[in-house]
DNA sequence: TTATCCTGAGCGAGCGCTCAGTCGGAGGGC
DNA sequence: GCCCTCCGACTGAGCGCTCGCTCAGGATAA
């Protein structure tokens, strides 16, 4: 029984498995199909049985590749951090100023939360779901991402193209961005009557730039 | 089996007893029971068992006031609302300026949150556990009250006390404070170890009166 | 043959909900 | 006052079913 760690930083999660590579290849099979009914059914309301035939195999090769329901939530929030830090990272400019590069980066990511809202609206409605310690890994690769917005805020205050902030004022900050753009996940239903996304990027960048120049 | 409306413009669900008055009584039991479990637990962990005895009565009694446990979740939901709106409009100042007012509306709104946090996030969680019916009426009770902000916006613009804008952005607005309010429950492990609630209060008032004024 | 991966019938616990029955007391006849 | 009847709120054992998880055995490649 081997340990695999797919996320650095991340819960170790047993396998009856030695081939660590089918281990990876079946996970993300596990991972994908579960996504898929999670976002439909609710983490509850999907059986194991679901996952496996989703996946495209049986409920005891499932739990070849992981000890509990449980840990398929878990690995399944990890993805989705994941890949929402990669996005952004992958659209992140370090072309201008702090200012500058800072506004792209909201746009980035205000567009990747638009792309990724149902997966944003799983991990508020199941994180809850998991155990202690994986709630904890989960919540410290959300503060990772978060700092992306504080890294370039600190950068944009030590180039003067925006105004001083204390490190509390930054972190502030940076939460609101992550949180307004969850916003746009949670609140599309009402938003989306007056707003396209485009027009909601704008107005959200300058009421969260404004303050800060 | 009559029909017992709790909230003006929610929906009625069916009841075996009576006696009105007892309807409701039993019910707010059965309403104060679950919010604990549900909080402790979340929905899907809670059995209607637990709901009953937690109650003080049994399961067949609970089921002659409620048709399903998902009836359950919605009291909940709507009375979690009633609540917050309560609370929230007891502290509404009609004094100053429409900008005052707002300031003030503000700052009470996210003491409601962080009275009321474990609630915000329990309906953040469990929403999506409603029948469709239900769940359009939840959201509905959120929009009034997400209105309540639309107002003191719009009264700000009429008294010159807030710069012009048009009725999208108040509306955009307001579901900021919402959300700025719920990040306070959401995201409190973060933020307390840099903030007081009345630090909270204080700058994000800052940020969004600044850029209305 | 052995090592490795996969299968799916089966287990036992626990769930939401039902319904035959209990029981306290209101009301009416004497 | 006393008895009897009926009402309706309440009880909880039990039904039918689903779920997470296991494990004895099959398949395949080396």
Request: glycine share 6%; net charge neutral; with cysteine.
């Given at each position: 029984?081997?340990?695999?760690?797919?996320?650095?930083?991340?819960?170790s999660?047993?396998t009856?498995?030695?081939?660590?590579?089918?281990?990876?290849?079946r996970?993300?099979q596990?991972?994908?199909?579960?996504?898929?009914?999670?976002?439909?059914?609710?983490?509850?309301?999907?059986?194991?049985?679901?996952?496996?035939?989703?996946?495209?195999?049986?409920?005891?090769?499932?739990?070849?590749?992981?000890?509990?329901?449980?840990?398929?939530?878990?690995?399944?929030?990890?993805?989705?951090?994941?890949?929402?830090?990669?996005?952004?990272?992958?659209?992140?400019?370090?072309?201008?100023?702090?200012?500058?590069?800072?506004?792209?980066?909201?746009?980035?990511?205000?567009t990747?939360?638009?792309?990724?809202?149902?997966?944003?609206?799983l991990?508020?409605?199941?994180?809850?779901?998991?155990?202690?310690?994986?709630?904890?890994?989960?919540?410290?690769?959300?503060?990772?991402?978060?700092g992306?917005?504080?890294?370039?805020?600190?950068?944009?205050?030590?180039?003067?193209?925006?105004?001083p902030?204390?490190?509390?004022?930054?972190?502030?900050?940076?939460h609101?961005?992550m949180?307004?753009?969850?916003?746009?996940?949670?609140?599309?239903?009402?938003?989306?009557?007056?707003?396209?996304?485009?027009?909601?990027?704008?107005?959200?960048?300058?009421?969260?730039?404004?303050?800060?120049?």
């Amino acid at each position: 029984m081997t340990k695999l760690q797919s996320i650095p930083g991340g819960r170790s999660i047993p396998t009856e498995v030695k081939d660590n590579d089918l281990v990876l290849r079946r996970r993300r099979q596990i991972v994908d199909a579960a996504v898929q009914l999670f976002i439909n059914k609710g983490f509850h309301k999907t059986t194991t049985r679901e996952m496996a035939k989703t996946a495209g195999f049986s409920i005891g090769t499932l739990y070849e590749y992981v000890t509990s329901k449980e840990d398929v939530l878990y690995l399944v929030c990890q993805a989705i951090h994941q890949e929402m830090e990669e996005h952004l990272k992958k659209r992140l400019s370090q072309g201008g100023t702090g200012a500058q590069d800072l506004e792209a980066a909201i746009g980035s990511y205000i567009t990747v939360c638009h792309q990724m809202s149902d997966h944003i609206l799983l991990i508020y409605q199941e994180t809850k779901s998991l155990p202690a310690e994986s709630r904890r890994f989960v919540l410290e690769h959300e503060l990772r991402i978060t700092g992306v917005f504080t890294d370039l805020l600190r950068r944009g205050v030590e180039d003067f193209s925006l105004r001083p902030l204390n490190p509390p004022e930054m972190e502030l900050v940076a939460h609101n961005i992550m949180v307004l753009g969850h916003m746009w996940a949670f609140r599309r239903w009402a938003l989306a009557r007056s707003f396209s996304l485009e027009q909601y990027i704008q107005l959200q960048s300058d009421y969260l730039l404004g303050e800060l120049v």
